[in-house]
């Protein structure tokens, strides 16, 4: 069989959590699989080997796509002309799109549906297109891969999707994660924080990751503790909420938020080993990766409720209301004053760990695109 694999979001050097997850599976697939043949295809050259193999081929076919107009170009017209040059067997759309026009079979991974519950958060464009395409790439796939039963529902009540068309394959945390000992611990927070105490929050800087909400929360544990605790703070900041960069500036503890940026995966697993708590108030996640990597590196979770994140966390973690920010803060100075809380939410953690592993992610991955070409 050969399988078509769109790799165009997962060509640089920082995919995200879920690009991570994507590149580890893939990873694993093609290499338990030497009988079938995979393709990766990319929109533009890449600067690194992206999964090497005697059976995998990587194939760039321009122009770039960086934009909804190209995207329905280089998936409607380009696409299918390279799955019949290539004979594929299956094209597997990793991003939440396919094509409309491909006869060849197709597998849908769906992560991301945040446009519906918060479409002000969206450039115009953006919110059009998957307003106006999504249902089409529901209705055109053969199967749809999501990471939740929370994710699953949404697309079977909103899209009228039937069920059994359906998977659910969780997503775990990527394996470089890992608890640090103390040595390791207070050698980072003494190059980052001076050797303070620190909550973390990670991810991108975009609207739906609650940010603002965030700081009021931070504001209201720094004034009620008189304590000397540091917000960390990494993700991409480039092109991010603008209006969260423009209220850090003037904030009135902007001394005790440390920036971090955008970080090597080294530098953020030393980074998440070390915090007291993760605190992840997202407004929406289809899989809450950056809770599981917590977890693995004996963190505490303090997360939205609600959502897909409870589903995959469980008992292991405290839950807030996203939009109440004094919730968030109850919940922060409830795990600073509680050592005891800590320890129970790590150990819970550590078993909510072993629930959702690589392998047994992968096995279920590959059964699902199996299953697509009957």
């Given at each position: 069989m050969t399988i078509a694999v769109d790799t165009?979001?997962?060509?640089?050097?920082?995919?995200?959590?879920?690009?991570?997850?994507?590149?580890?599976?893939?990873?694993?697939?093609?290499?338990?699989?030497?009988?079938?043949?995979?393709?990766?295809?990319?929109?533009?050259?890449?600067?690194?080997?992206?999964?090497?193999?005697?059976?995998?081929s990587q194939v760039i076919a321009g122009p770039s796509a960086h934009h909804p107009l190209l995207w329905q170009f280089w998936y409607n017209i380009k696409l299918p002309g390279i799955l019949k040059k290539h004979k594929a067997d299956l094209f597997i759309g990793t991003d939440g799109v396919c094509s409309l026009s491909a006869k060849t079979p197709q597998c849908l991974l769906v992560n991301d549906l945040s446009f519906l519950q918060h479409p002000a958060f969206f450039k115009r464009s953006l919110l059009l297109f998957y307003k106006r395409y999504?249902?089409?790439?529901?209705?055109?796939?053969?199967?749809?891969?999501?990471?939740?039963?929370?994710?699953?529902?949404?697309?079977?009540?909103?899209?009228?999707?039937a069920g059994d068309k359906i998977a659910i394959v969780p997503s775990v945390a990527r394996e470089m994660f890992h608890p640090l000992n103390e040595k390791q611990k207070s050698e980072l927070k003494n190059?980052?924080?001076?050797?303070?105490?620190?909550?973390?929050?990670?991810?991108p800087v975009h609207p739906h990751k609650n940010l603002m909400d965030l700081l009021k929360a931070f504001s209201i544990f720094k004034k009620r503790q008189a304590s000397?605790?540091?917000l960390v703070l990494t993700g991409d900041f480039a092109g991010g909420n603008k209006q969260f960069i423009k209220s850090l500036e003037t904030y009135k503890y902007r001394e005790d938020v440390i920036v971090a940026g955008s970080v090597r995966e080294k530098e953020l697993v030393n980074i998440m080993g070390s915090a007291y708590a993760l605190v992840y108030p997202s407004l929406w996640e289809g899989?809450?990766?950056?809770?599981?990597?917590?977890?693995?590196?004996?963190?505490?979770?303090?997360?939205?409720?609600?959502?897909?994140?409870?589903?995959?966390?469980?008992?292991?973690?405290?839950?807030?209301?996203?939009?109440?920010?004094?919730?968030?803060?109850?919940?922060?100075?409830?795990?600073?004053?509680?050592?005891?809380?800590?320890n129970q939410l790590v150990e819970k953690g550590r078993n909510v760990c072993r629930q959702y592993n690589l392998e047994q992610s992968t096995a279920l991955l590959w059964q699902a695109i199996v299953k697509t070409v009957g």
């Open positions: 165009r979001f997962l060509m640089d050097d920082h995919p995200g959590g879920f690009g991570s997850y994507l590149y580890e599976s893939f990873y694993h697939i093609t290499k338990d699989h030497p009988e079938h043949r995979f393709i990766f295809l990319f929109d533009r050259p890449y600067e690194k080997s992206f999964i090497e193999g005697e059976n995998i999504t249902p089409r790439f529901l209705k055109k796939a053969n199967r749809i891969i999501t990471a939740s039963e929370f994710s699953r529902n949404i697309i079977m009540t909103h899209y009228k999707t190059q980052m924080t001076n050797g303070i105490e620190y909550f973390l929050c990670t991810g000397n605790w540091k899989s809450g990766l950056a809770i599981l990597e917590a977890m693995r590196s004996d963190v505490p979770v303090i997360a939205s409720g609600g959502s897909a994140m409870q589903e995959m966390a469980g008992e292991a973690a405290l839950y807030v209301d996203p939009a109440d920010h004094a919730d968030i803060a109850e919940k922060m100075m409830r795990l600073y004053k509680d050592e005891s809380l800590r």
